[in-house]
């Protein structure tokens, strides 16, 4: 368990979305939390993929490669990290 400060207007904007949603302000803080953690770990799983210079597809090309693969009823190949 660990507490926070919230400046004025963040706090203001936390206990609208609380009460408008029928969830705890805790729940709110923590899927923020939870989805900012998801977020950078992938950032930080996209650079070392650079750094390493993997080879890497754009996300236009992934979606060609999945409708291919779903229009002929079968699993997508493996793919490179996105670009």
């Known amino acids: 368990m660990f507490s926070i400060r919230l400046k004025p207007a963040l706090k203001e904007k936390l206990d ?23 977020d950078r770990e992938d950032y930080l799983k996209g650079i070392a993929a650079l750094e390493r210079r993997e080879p890497a597809i754009t996300l236009e090309a992934l979606e060609r490669r999945l409708r291919s693969a779903a229009i002929a009823g079968r699993k997508p190949l493996p793919h490179a990290p996105l670009l």
């Open 16 to 38: 609208a979305l609380a009460k408008e949603t029928g969830r705890t302000k805790s729940y709110h803080a923590r899927e923020a939390i939870r989805q900012y953690l998801e």
